[in-house]
């Protein structure tokens, strides 16, 4: 018994009408799966330098792993960090490459509108992938991490969050004490609280990281600031009342972590110092960052920011503030 024409047709438009929607139901399950992490960056050309440092150090596997923030540095950002090809990011020892990148990583997804870490205002501490402190932040819109913004904010991938962004983030290796000891334009600052410790024991024990959960903001003179400050060498720190040198150090001195995109001009912050203790954040030259005393006839310029240490933040500045 043949089977109508029109039945036929029937059952061929139905079969196919079927097996278009089965495909395309498909096409959209597989476009909306979004990529891996690793997948990002490996196919993502501006993630070269990057995917050769996950490579060299090993992280292959943990990068793929589930429920991860990546913080995620572009070439550009290792070369503005010094950093120009992947050849100089891999002649790092392995060790060091590691915690590197460890420190760009957040256990968990941390999205740019999450309420309960980026707020407009302070800094949020949160703990990276190696047990190590980084900063949160928005200025206005524009977020940032420690020093650096985030460019490109919540790249939704299987196994977490991707943010962009334009500097490489370097892990803290000391307290402030301990990294102005490691550099030699900071020596007559390490001798002027070293010299201050005797009568002002507590703000060398915040300085050396010794007070838990204390975390600063100092504005480092260098050498040359304090020779034109009237201290010319060691001797000269030596020889200062200790009170004075407190005094100075206290003014330098700032409750809690302050970077560089949160220095915003024409504002004031108060310092550790007893009475007039104020300082004005101000812009300079090239858009330089300034900072001034009450009592300084022309502010002092940031010439070195956002140094990381363990217990906060220094900005390196070419003058002494005075009160």
């Not at 703000?203 to 975390?215: D, E, K, N, P, R």
Request: aromatic share 6%; proline share 4%; hydrophobic share 45%.
């Amino acid at each position: 018994m043949k089977m109508p024409v029109n039945l036929l047709a029937y059952r061929f438009w139905l079969v196919f009408g079927l097996a278009t929607v089965l495909v395309s139901s498909c096409k959209k399950t597989e476009e909306a799966t979004p990529k891996g992490i690793y997948d990002i960056v490996l196919e993502d050309t501006q993630f070269s330098i990057l995917k050769a440092a996950i490579t060299q150090a090993g992280l292959t596997d943990f990068v793929k792993s589930a429920n991860i923030t990546l913080f995620a540095p572009n070439d550009a950002a290792f070369q503005a960090s010094g950093y120009g090809t992947a050849a100089a990011v891999t002649a790092l020892p392995v060790a060091t490459l590691k915690s590197i990148l460890y420190y760009h990583i957040l256990n968990g997804e941390v999205k740019s509108d999450d309420p309960n870490i980026l707020t407009t205002g302070g800094a949020t501490a949160v703990q990276t992938a190696n047990a190590t402190t980084a900063y949160l932040y928005k200025n206005g819109n524009t977020l940032y991490v420690n020093g650096a913004r985030i460019t490109q904010a919540d790249r939704v991938a299987a196994n977490g969050i991707v943010h962009v962004i334009n500097r490489l983030l370097i892990p803290p290796t000391g307290s402030i004490v301990a990294i102005g000891q490691a550099n030699s334009t900071l020596s007559l600052l390490i001798a002027a609280a070293t010299r201050a410790a005797s009568v002002n024991p507590a703000l060398i024990a915040a300085l050396t990281g010794a007070v838990s959960g204390t975390q600063l903001t100092i504005f480092a003179p260098t050498n040359a600031a304090f020779v034109a400050a009237g201290y010319k060498d060691v001797a000269a720190i030596n020889a200062a009342n200790p009170q004075t040198l407190a005094n100075i150090l206290a003014y330098h001195g700032v409750s809690g972590v302050a970077f560089s995109p949160q220095l915003q001009a024409n504002t004031t912050l108060t310092t550790l110092a007893s009475g007039s203790n104020k300082i004005t954040i101000g812009t300079g030259t090239g858009g330089t960052i300034t900072v001034k005393g009450n009592t300084n006839t022309s502010p002092a310029i940031i010439q070195q920011a956002d140094i990381l240490a363990t217990n906060g933040v220094i900005h390196i500045i070419d003058q002494v503030l005075k009160q």
